[in-house]
């Protein structure tokens, strides 16, 4: 999803919904949403670029807007930090595991070090989970398509760039829109917007006032006494907007014997790890790597540790009609990679603390991998939200309209739609029709004609709400960026994935050979789910 993109459409969409506000009457006969009272305080849930735009949109246009990230700062996955996650769980841990939520909010506890058996190093680390990024990863897309409004990069930024330049791009639109660390509201009577080191640990709707609330848990380290501060408590909201991302909780695939390999360390390092964990590649000097999975973080990690490593190795599941993504994925492996099928079983071992250099793991053709130093899952992640109601499957958001408003009610939406706050002229019959027949699922990432065409047919349909409510109006991408993006996504991507056909032919609106389901734009971005 272009960052642009989500700006110019929330935008026109919180100016309809200013023009809403007023008392909405329900109605059982009404075919389109009637709200059961005015919009106006709304919380956002992540502050990545997409949380960060929709809650400086929101605050423009005179909502009361709460933001919470359970990161200590801003920047969603951008934000870099050498501190490496807690270590997944061996097998995955069940989707519908809920948190602990403490009797009589608002509660206030302090932990102690090794309290409950856990460090607060860890307690700390797993409350924000420091995200997924090394320190030499860059973008798979150009910069033109990860620019934020408001604070534009240099002219001569580099067109693939790093991710501490990202970094210090999303805090700059924090800051610039009042919503990083420490940011005051600029009227000293308002309350504040954001809240960092806080997660949403339940969403729920109340029937009584029909507004949503959130049960949230903020931690603070308190270095003069080494301890944590844990505080719980509530907020109700009319509007939520969602924009954690999908891709939440690590993938450990269902291997026979990993469970008993994740166990062992060499030297008091894991040697089995997942690839969330990956920072740095002086670590794999002269040893022999085992990647296991084929994505994004597979190829880009073997890329970053092969000047280091003495052989990598990567164990790949075979796939059928690759998307463009995938394809490109494949085909950054550095040369030195020596290809392997997919993983049988991993034999067994005669210690845990040992390594697993003497270890045997088996491959589905019959041969045995030996002498492998470290394995690296790069397995992808889980669609896991767990806060979230239960109107999710398998992680993922059921009914939901390709606007990426819940269809049975539109005060929750997710990001990679754009907004809660005005559906009334969507019929609710069309929306259960377009999610049904599966016409509408939005594709976030252009280039296609489907999403081309289905971006400008949402354009048109945003200005004539603008045209009747007295709104703004918003204009396509600029066609200077979209030819940077036709040439980069030639020579970077697939020859031809931009034709001038995709985004000009309506007819091919209702799908593409490998562009389906609620989830394709996610998958079509990064293609890091557990599909590995």
């Known amino acids: 999803m272009t960052t642009l993109r989500f700006v110019v459409l929330l935008s026109a969409l919180c100016a309809a919904a200013v023009a809403h506000q007023a008392p909405f009457s329900s109605s059982s006969e009404s075919q389109y949403t009637v709200f059961h009272h005015p919009i106006k305080r709304v919380a956002v849930i992540g502050a990545g670029p997409a949380g960060l735009q929709a809650a400086a949109k929101l605050v423009e246009h005179d909502f009361s807007v709460r933001l919470f990230e359970r990161a200590p700062g801003p920047g969603g996955n951008w934000f870099y930090t050498d501190e490496t996650p807690v270590r ?30 856990v460090t607060l190093e860890d307690r700390w680390k ?54 990083n660390v420490g940011d005051y509201p600029l009227l000293s009577s308002a309350p504040p917007v954001t809240s960092y080191s806080s997660r949403v640990e339940k969403l729920e709707k109340l029937d009584s006032t029909h ?27 009319d509007a939520v907007v969602i924009a954690t991302g999908p891709y939440v909780s690590p993938h450990v695939p269902d291997i026979a014997g990993l469970v008993d390999w994740s166990k062992v360390k060499d030297a008091g390092e894991y040697s089995v790890y997942h690839s969330q964990s990956y920072r740095r590649p002086e670590r794999y000097e002269n040893k022999t790597i085992l990647i296991v999975g ?16 003495q052989t990598i190795i990567a164990s790949i599941r075979p796939k059928d009609n690759l998307h463009p993504f ?42 045995v991998l ?78 296609t004609g489907p999403a081309e065409a289905l971006f400008r047919q949402y ?26 993006f036709v040439y980069y996504s030639d020579v970077e991507w697939i020859k031809g994935y931009s034709k001038l056909e995709n985004f000009t032919d309506f007819e091919k609106l209702p799908s593409s050979e490998w562009e389906t389901g609620p989830r394709a734009a996610w998958d079509a971005i990064v293609y890091e789910d557990q599909g590995w």
């Open 370 to 447: 030996r002498g492998i130093d470290e394995v690296i899952l790069a397995t992808g992640y889980i669609h896991s939200n767990i806060f979230l109601p239960n109107f999710t499957s398998d992680g993922e958001p059921t009914n939901l309209h390709w606007t990426g408003h819940y269809i049975p009610d539109p005060t929750l939406a997710y990001t990679n739609g754009y907004s809660p706050l005005d559906n009334r002229k969507v019929p609710i019959k069309q929306m259960r029709e377009d999610y049904d027949n599966g016409k509408y699922h939005f594709r976030g990432l252009f280039g």
């Open 211 to 237: 507004t949503w609330r959130l049960t949230l848990r903020k931690l603070e380290r308190l270095s003069e006494t080494s301890r944590i501060k844990a505080q719980w408590w509530t907020e109700e909201f």
């Open 326 to 367: 995938q394809l490109r994925s494949l085909q950054r492996f550095p040369d030195v990679t020596t290809f392997v099928p997919e993983i049988a079983h991993f034999g067994p071992l005669d210690a845990h603390d040992k390594g697993i250099k003497h270890g045997e793991i088996h491959l589905k053709n019959g041969t």
């Open 126 to 179: 797993e409350h924000w989970q420091p995200r997924p990024v090394w320190d030499n990863l860059h973008t798979n897309s150009p910069a033109v398509i990860t620019e934020l409004t408001d604070v534009p990069y240099l002219p001569d930024t580099p067109w693939v760039i790093s991710n501490h330049v990202i970094q210090r791009h999303v805090r700059a639109y924090a800051s610039l829109h009042n919503l």
């Open 294 to 309: 084929a994505s994004v973080s597979a190829s880009e990690i073997a890329r970053d540790i092969s000047p280091y490593a």
């Open 459 to 484: 354009i048109a349909w945003l200005n004539n709400e603008s045209l009747e409510h007295g709104g703004r109006f918003v204009e396509p991408w600029p066609l200077e960026k979209r030819e940077v």
């Open 88 to 117: 997944e769980p061996y097998p995955d841990k069940p989707q519908d595991e809920k948190a602990y939520i403490p009797d009589n909010l608002p509660v206030t506890r302090y932990y102690e070090e090794g309290e409950e058996g």
